[in-house]
């Protein structure tokens, strides 16, 4: 059976597009189109560690809880105040390094961006100060229901190197498969990658890889989305 995007993804991915002025063609490199974007700061940290990913933050005042250990990233997300910041490792390969960075980009425009533009459409602008931590919400604000699932202050998401295996809980488990899901349709959509037209599940993972440059699990990955 093939599986189409949920609504939410395909509403993402039409509104970053809109927003680009443009699609590139395939492979396609996220960071080529979002250089100039206002309120998303992006920085290539070699090696990138839990030391690093703090001091980077630190450094945009993006506050981050400790990290445990000499752990690794290919990349991590954080925001405050409707700020993004994308950190990734640019000496993994290029397939790997441009989900990487798709994937993050999927936080920002879905955890950050979305969840403040939604707010604000129901609750009006000065929901802005509850979202950035100034002030709690009040009761009605509470009961809108406007404000579920949304972070309140500053979030981080982490994409370790070993995040095939590792358990988290299920809030973190739902934001990354989330952020996959927009950054497989905004690096291969649906419509160009036409999994209806192929003929195994082993040619479409050929053909995620070949094509559109996703690294080899996150294409697997895809492949049994699709074709699930």
């Not at 250089?35 to 450094?59: C, G, I, M, T, Y």
């Not at 602008?125 to 709690?136: E, H, K, Q, S, T």
Request: with cysteine; net charge negative.
């Amino acid at each position: 059976m093939i599986a189409r995007p949920e609504i939410w993804v395909l509403e993402l991915a039409a509104r970053f597009w809109a927003e680009v002025g443009h699609e590139p063609g395939f492979p396609r490199d996220l960071r080529d189109v979002t250089w100039d974007f206002p309120d998303l700061h992006v920085k290539e940290v070699p090696n990138l560690s839990a030391a690093a990913v703090a001091q980077e933050f630190a450094r945009h005042n993006v506050p981050c809880a400790a990290l445990a250990g000499d752990r690794q990233f290919y990349g991590c997300f954080g925001a405050r105040r409707g700020i993004g910041v994308i950190l990734i490792d640019p000496t993994v390969s290029a397939n790997e390094l441009r989900f990487t960075f798709a994937h993050e980009l999927a936080h920002f425009l879905r955890d950050c961006r979305d969840a403040r533009r939604r707010a604000v459409a129901r609750l009006g602008p000065a929901i802005l100060d509850v979202l950035d931590g100034n002030r709690p919400a009040t009761l009605g604000e509470r009961l809108s229901g406007a404000l579920r699932g949304v972070t309140i202050g500053s979030h981080t998401h982490f994409l370790e190197r070993d995040r095939w295996g590792r358990v988290v809980d299920e809030a973190t488990w739902e934001a990354e498969e989330a952020a996959d899901r927009l950054a497989f349709e905004l690096l291969a959509p649906f419509d160009a990658v036409n999994p209806e037209a192929t003929p195994s599940r082993d040619a479409l993972v050929s053909r995620l890889t070949s094509v559109f440059g996703l690294p080899i699990v996150s294409a697997m990955k895809y492949a049994v989305l699709l074709q699930c």
